[in-house]
């Protein structure tokens, strides 16, 4: 595996957790914050869902990209 594709692998969803956990979240808490049913937010980690994916970066600090380059290399490749 090149060092390209290593830097673009998805986050383990364990690490996503650890990661909201090392910021005082949960995913069901953020769920019930954002207005949404409490296992909402559990369907990012499985499958694309944009909404989803921007409040927990948002939680974590960082760009949704960076969590899932794989669901957004498309967008960059086309602008």
Avoid: F
């Amino acid at each position: 595996m090149s060092k390209v594709e290593a830097t673009q692998t998805d986050w383990c969803r364990i690490d996503i957790v650890a990661a909201l956990h090392k910021r005082g979240y949960s995913i069901r808490e953020l769920s019930i914050q954002a207005g949404l049913k409490p296992d909402t937010l559990k369907n990012v980690l499985s499958r694309a869902y944009p909404k989803a994916e921007r409040i927990i970066a948002d939680a974590i600090g960082v760009e949704p990209a960076q969590i899932w380059p794989s669901r957004y290399a498309k967008q960059k490749d086309t602008h």
